[in-house]
């Protein structure tokens, strides 16, 4: 059955340092999502991707946040400069299609660790 | 906007015994639910999802769920509880305009006992 596969599985970087993690979604879905998940905490959305654009972010997905396809099969998540706070899990989602009845399917997750 | 309440943080049964976590709902629109389950340190694992027709879906690992449209709930049900579903379930919701943003409830975590 195909995956969403992410790397790496554990990333650790100091306080203000840029990351990036990646994503490998499904190969025909054409829409992506990042969640991220505090340890201990709900599972938040951060932004939805769809043909090489934002569809929708929420209010955590600041300026220090940014998506990209560079290619026609990773989908990354940068951080600009990382604060202690964005230590979490990251959870990469890809969809065929952006209605709700589609379902998501979710990689295992970066656990990102900020020191 | 769209909400996900699990009233539970921590739901205990015994092996052999039912078990229920429960989950309500707020939408506009019709909702699409959706279970997920996660074992430490993994990722999150889809159960089961409500899209329409039948309000009890089956899903994985012998887990059901009922949904609710009056009482706006989907609560997950499994009727003989085995020590291996001890894991963290969420309940989300997703709605079919809103770029298929999924909104999780805050999680339960289910231990079963031998």
């Known amino acids: 059955e195909p995956e969403v596969t992410q790397t790496p599985s554990h990333q650790v970087t100091q306080m203000g340092q840029e990351v990036i993690l990646r994503c490998v979604p499904i190969s025909n879905h054409l829409y992506f999502y990042w969640y991220r998940q505090i340890l201990g905490q709900k599972v938040e959305f951060l932004v939805s991707?769809?043909?090489?654009?934002?569809?929708?972010k929420s209010e955590i997905f600041d300026d220090q946040f940014s998506v990209e396809r560079p290619d026609g099969s990773n989908f990354t998540l940068k951080i600009r400069s990382t604060k202690l706070e964005d230590s979490a899990m990251y959870f990469c989602?890809?969809?065929?299609?952006?209605?709700?009845?589609?379902?998501?399917?979710f990689g295992p997750g970066t656990r990102l660790t900020v020191t | 906007a769209q909400s996900v309440a699990q009233p539970e943080d921590q739901v205990n049964v015994a092996e052999g015994n039912p078990l229920t976590v429960k989950c309500t709902y707020s939408?506009?629109?019709?909702?699409?639910l959706f279970w997920y389950v996660q074992y430490p340190n993994r990722g999150l694992q889809f159960l089961l999802k409500y899209i329409t027709g039948d309000n009890l879906v089956k899903g994985s690992y012998g887990f059901e769920a009922e949904f609710n449209k009056s009482q706006t709930s989907f609560h997950l049900k499994k009727p003989s509880a085995l020590v291996s579903d001890s894991a963290l379930y969420f309940c989300a919701v997703r709605v079919i305009t809103n770029a298929g943003k999924s909104t999780f409830g805050d999680g339960t975590t289910l231990t079963v006992k031998p």
């Open positions: 991707f769809y043909n090489n654009e934002i569809s929708e």
């Open positions: 939408v506009s629109g019709n909702p699409y």
């Open positions: 989602a890809s969809s065929e299609l952006w209605r709700g009845d589609y379902e998501q399917y």
